[in-house]
């Protein structure tokens, strides 16, 4: 018998469910009526952001690893019908399917015996995650509203948007978080459009240099690594250093912040390079302890592995040598979450079906007339992947520092 854990990142709407069905048994042979639910880590706050759906499922009982096919599926409690729901493969047709194959898994089984399949994104029906549009739909929100939205990933270590006024540093950081360093990967054209609202009356040029004075005005440490969202050469670059920087702050006793644009892709790059690289925690741990923790983040893993030999040749022995040696109480190291022994729910369910894809090949229809569903019993406490602490993941928008009566959480 062997125990998979599936996840999802996914964009839901919310009477939406998440689901995973497949060509094993355990899975429901493609029938939808016994799909597999899955569980949010964190419900997500609002439609424009991301969630992360997961689930365990434990396959091949007596029997040895095989094989199989799987997808996920969407159900919706809205507009499917008369007095039913509607179900949406993501993908089309087999095609997309996604393959579980137990020799390539091995790499991805952590201690206890769980296989962690890599941490999916909702493939569309063109079969690609769109995962730029989604980037690009999330930043335009953040920056509309001109919020802040932040995400705590370890105790004293934060990983979200940009600034862009100066009550997100002078209240959000330094007050409401306690932030006393900050490392920013944007670019110089990044901060002179995204943060010049933090420099009100400043000229455009000036923005980075006024904005390093009011980290320092404040007593914020400020570090500035730019890196460039679209080059992956950059990003493979900056990643050893900005890694050992940031595990220099934390171990200096320092709150840090680490910031891009919107805390998607190269703020996330320096966090699950300290995870991996200096914590030493399994990548698949990582990935899922990252996307439970801020469910938007796009964790690189091509990124990731190919900065790794850099950073261990450069900034590994440094590494070793802090393991062996006792850690000042300003700084103790977050070990790696555990991963507990969750089972998602698969009593059969009795359900009155209209239309129900029930063979190998689910490319007949993405929606699926459900009439009537009865849930399997849920332990929901079981289903949540484990983490450090509470998830402290917000939206913030502080008002401006004109306004006199300034009201924090």
Known sequence: MVKVRFGLVTYVDEDVTVSVVGSVK??????????VPLHP?????????????VGDVELYKGIEPAIFQYKFVRRSTTGGGEGGDAWEWEGSGPAHN??????????????????????????????DPHTLEHT?????????????????????????????????ITH??????????????????????DSAGCCPGVPSTDVPDSLSQLYKDHGISYVWIPANDWDPRSKVGVLPAAVYKLWE????????????????IRSVLIVCGYLYYVLGWPY??????????????????????RAEKEFQDKFGSDVLAERCTESPRSYQPQPPPKIPAIQAPQTEQNVE?????NDEDPSEDKKVEVGQVVEGEDSSEDHFVAKTKIVLRRTVDFPSEEEKDVELE
């Open 284 to 305: 698949r741990v990582m990935e899922y302890h990252v996307c439970s923790q801020r469910p938007v983040a796009y964790v690189d893993q091509d990124i990731i592995l």
């Open 136 to 168: 690009a739909s999330f930043y335009y929100t953040i920056c509309d509203s001109r919020t802040m939205h932040y995400s705590e990933v370890v105790e004293n270590l934060w990983v979200g948007s940009c600034p862009r006024i100066p009550a997100h």
């Open 249 to 264: 702050l934390l171990k200096t006793g320092h709150h840090v912040y680490v910031y891009c644009n919107a805390g998607i």
């Open 353 to 357: 079906v209209g239309q129900v894809v």
């Open 26 to 35: 355990e899975l429901g042979q493609w029938n939808l009526a016994k799909a």
């Open 41 to 53: 880590a964190v419900p997500p706050e609002t439609t424009e952001e991301a969630s992360f759906w």
């Open 172 to 193: 959000g950081m330094k007050t409401a978080l306690g932030v006393t360093a900050v490392i920013n990967l944007q670019r110089e054209e990044d901060v002179c459009a």
């Open 98 to 127: 996604r393959w579980w194959i137990p020799e390539e898994e091995e790499k991805n089984m952590v201690g206890n015996g769980v296989y962690l399949t890599p941490v999916a994104a909702w493939k569309e029906p063109d079969g």
